[in-house]
Each structure stands twice: as C-alpha cells, then as structure tokens.
C-alpha cells in the first residue's frame, strides 16, 4: 500500500470497536488503545465494547492502564473516546453499532457482524487466534463472521496460514502493535534477561526458572527480571524459594512506562512459550530498542523474534538452557553485533498505523 502523502483526517468519522475482555490487560488490550489514541488524534469518535467472554475476572488491571494512557490525551480528545463492558447479546451491541460509521472488531465476534450487516456499516476484523480445527457450532460460526468481515487482518503468518491455506481478497498479515519503546540504552548498561507475560502454563514460565537455576548465573550481571502477573504466581514464588535460586526479581504486574523502561534496560528479551503461540508482541517492542531476543520455534513468536534470534525448542530446558548459555559467553563485539542485527526486517515487519486509518476511508468511500 501507498504511503499517504499528507495527514491523514477522519474528524467525524464514529468507529465502534468491539474486543473480547478476560478482566486482565494484555495484547488486546494494549493494541486496541494503541489504535484508538492514533485513531482520536486523527480526529475520529470510539467507542469501545469490551465483551465479557467464559473465564472473565477483572484484577482492575485494564482500567487502571487505561488510565495511565488516556490521561495524557488533551481533554478535547478524551471526549471523544468512550468504553465499557458488554455481556454476549446486550441491547447496546445493535445501538452502538446502529450509531456508528464503521466496526473494527478483534477477533471473529458473530453479533458484531451481524449488526454491522443489518446496519449496513463497513465492518472490519483483526484475527489474533490460530484457527481450530471441527465442527463445533462455535467454530462454525466464528468461521462464517470472518468470512463476512470487508477486511480481515490477521497478526502473523502463523495464524493466516491457519484460517486461510490459499489467500483471499480483503486478507492481509498487519500485526498488531503497541507503543514501542524508544531511546536505546548503551549495552554497558544493561542487565540480564527479562520476560514480560501473562504467568500461565505454557508460555514457558517454568522452563526459564529451571534453565535459569541449572546456570545460577551472577545475580547482578545476569538477573532474570520477571514481569507480569497470574495464576502461576504462588507456584514461581513457591519455586524461586525452595530451589534458592539467586538473581530472580519478581516485579509483578507494572505500569506501561515501567514495562518499556525495562525493555529497553534488559539485555536479552526472553519469550520461550509451548503453547503455539499466535504472535509474540514483547520481541517486537524489544527489537524496536535493539535488545535481541531468545525465542521458542513455537507458533508465531519465531516470526517476532527475528531472524537473527536466537532459537530454542518449545518445552525444552535443555535447550533454552544452551541459548541463556550462548547469550551470556557472548563477547562484547558479538553482543554488538546482535544489537544492531535486532531491527532487521522491523520495518517491513510492523507497518504504520496509519493504514487501519486508509483502509476505513476506502471503506467509506472517503478517498
């Protein structure tokens, strides 16, 4: 796509965003502001319907990062952003999406879709989940709203293999992104291994702690710096104690400017998950600093990583193991190296915001 060659302007256009919620911050979560406030400050009015989906329990996490964002909006432009939560087949589904321009929904949702088509709004779809395979009625349907949706955009190659073998029209692999960190810190000032993510099973949690306490690195050259939070929480809490493992920092769940801050000041991102991954966002803003990463050849996350990452196999310690390992022999010119090796193929690899805002124009014939 063509570069827009002057600002883009969507004053009184009314996007209507509709995103599953578990109560948690997370991905969805982090792209959906990063689009909105982009969105706002092109002129647009959101508004925001987080769905309640099977699991939902807020930790406040959400709100209170939403906060942190928002409050540094301009009065003007806070006015016109709205949210709040829905329940599956609430009235102010139809009304919202009845008083809206155009629906970006975030992941297939079949009552967005619905409406969207009723109302005879354009509607579009960022796919964030590999597509299961069956015939349960659910997955027949979320099948049927992605086919539906005017633009469908899926994170990785991973997940767009998954919904679409042969690529069709209206289909494009357009990551989704957050604020990345800016402002390298020199590599002499840098410290240690950090992973930042949710703390459940399979995202490789467990495997870092024992590849971690087998090396028992120097706890001030080489702290492993956790940051997130979940409910494997007792359990690593529980580990890091029994095993006296030295050097793990539990920080827990920290604010967006704490969560870049110790992105740009890590060493090396590791995200090690078993879990078939859709996308891996933490290499992305990891990279865009030149902090290079340790990732698993799982799901989308090699994708994210780079090609110049260094690769372990999902679920292995012994294997993450060798990659710490590698990472921490490393010499000064080496690590040098792949510093600067780390932004490459980032530009091609998360575009501009600025296209969600072309696509909604052509959609609306505004071009």
Not at 336 to 360: I, P
Request: aromatic share 8%; net charge positive.
């Amino acid at each position: 796509m063509v570069k827009s060659k002057c600002p883009l302007v969507l004053s009184g256009i009314r996007i209507l965003m509709m995103a599953p919620c578990l109560g948690k911050f997370g991905g969805i979560e982090t792209f959906c502001l990063t689009l909105i406030e982009d969105l706002v400050k092109k002129g647009a009015s959101v508004r925001l319907l987080r769905k309640r989906v099977f699991g939902f329990s807020s930790d406040n996490s959400v709100e209170k990062t939403e906060m942190e964002i928002t409050e540094k909006w301009s009065s003007e432009q806070r006015s016109r952003f709205t949210c709040e939560y829905v329940n599956r087949g609430d009235a102010q589904i139809s009304e919202a999406l009845k008083d809206s321009d155009l629906a970006h929904l975030h992941n297939p949702m079949v009552e967005g879709v619905w409406f969207a088509r009723k109302h005879k709004i354009p509607c579009v779809m960022t796919i964030y989940n590999w597509r299961r395979k069956g015939l349960h009625p659910r997955l027949l349907a979320w099948r049927w709203a992605a086919r539906k949706a005017d633009r469908r955009w899926y994170i990785s190659e991973f997940v767009w293999d998954s919904w679409e073998s042969k690529r069709k029209k209206g289909s494009a692999r357009l990551p989704v992104v957050s604020k990345m960190p800016t402002g390298e810190v020199p590599p002499g000032e840098r410290r240690g291994f950090l992973f930042a993510g949710r703390w459940i099973p399979n995202k490789g949690l467990r495997i870092l702690l024992k590849a971690y306490h087998r090396l028992a690195p120097s706890p001030e050259t080489w702290p492993l710096i956790l940051l997130g939070n979940g409910p494997l929480r007792p359990e690593v809490e529980r580990i890091v104690k029994e095993s006296g493992v030295r050097g793990v920092r539990l920080l827990g769940f920290v604010s967006e400017e704490e969560r870049l801050r110790r992105t740009r000041e890590a060493k090396w991102m590791v995200t090690p998950p078993h879990t078939r991954e859709d996308l891996g966002l933490t290499p992305l803003e990891a990279r865009s600093v030149g902090v290079p990463c340790i990732v698993s050849r799982d799901g989308g996350v090699k994708e994210t990583g780079g090609p110049h990452a260094l690769l372990c196999e999902p679920g292995s310690v012994e294997s993450l193991e060798a990659s710490l390992k590698k990472a921490m022999e490393m010499s000064e010119d080496e690590y040098e190296q792949m510093r600067n090796l780390a932004k490459v193929g980032l530009d091609e690899y998360v575009r501009s915001l600025d296209e969600y805002a072309e696509e909604y124009l052509n959609l609306l014939g505004m071009t």
